[in-house]
């Protein structure tokens, strides 16, 4: 997976400086987004193993599903051209008159994509190994939705790897189908602290679907802060795009409304409630998905 990366090496930006220097903390950003431009973030991470396994077979051939704005969609479509196979997407709902940003992206990548009504994909992104999707995409390897599968978080965890050396107290992720967050508590340290903010609301199933992904009882050390959805999935508030705007004239970081925007504004919000004992080191990831705000209004964000 190395190859698809621009760089090596996960760059962490120091953003201490954009809270009140009393707290005694340090706050990191670690820049997936800036691993790759189109396969940003945690997203190559998830693939990986699928990618791997697909290369292995004689047809090649891969399908997973995702929505007209999906980040994963997107990832994969790029991923898969660059490893000479063949993609198709099942997209939610029927085919728009005007393709998104996102659509048109993985159509130029060379993905075959198929547009089904929502509650045909409902059915479709649920079930594994569905048997006509097999048959009829030529024995694909099927990636669920999201990634969400335990390949997706051992390839989450490899994201951990990149950043042993940072001696962090806290790694923090916004949580969409939980495979990152399971893949970061796969590979931490038992004194680190795993911080994760669910962008969806009323999600509670998380203990469940980390002990499915992990295969393992569920650490204590992982805290999830489910208030922060600002609305929930692929919604915002004022307050969130106040913030993210904020954000980014202090620190120059752009960050994603669905996902990213939510985290920042969440640990934000901690670190003024005293959350973080004095000394603590703290990673946020930018988990990439900027290509998301193309579905935003032109001139809400100053980035
Ligand atoms: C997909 C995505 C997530 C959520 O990851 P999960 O592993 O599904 O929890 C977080 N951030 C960004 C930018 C994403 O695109």
Known sequence: MQFLFHK???ICTDISSFFDPGKNIQVFVARLD???PIVSGNKIFKLAYYLQACKQLPEKALLTFGGAYSNHLVATA??????GIAATGIVRGEEPEQWSPTLLACKEYGMNLIFVSREAYKKMAASEN???LLEQYNDPIIVPEGGYGKQGALGASHIMDL?????????????????????L???????QEIIGIPVLKNISDIPQRLSYLTGKPVL???????????????KHTKNEIDFMNR???KTQIPTDFVYTGKLMLAISDLVNKNYFNTGSKIICLHTGGLQGNTGLPPGTLIF
């Open 8 to 10: 090596k090496q996960i």
């Open 34 to 36: 800036q691993l790759h």
């Open 78 to 83: 790029f991923a898969c051209k660059a490893c």
């Open 130 to 132: 569905n048997k006509v």
């Open 163 to 183: 950043l042993s050396q940072q001696n962090a107290t806290h790694i923090c992720t916004a949580v969409g189908t939980a495979t990152t967050l399971a893949g």
């Open 185 to 191: 508590s796969l590979a931490a340290d038992k004194s």
């Open 220 to 234: 204590p050390n992982i805290q999830v802060f489910p208030n922060y959805h600002e609305g929930g999935y692929a």
């Open 247 to 249: 954000f980014f004239e």
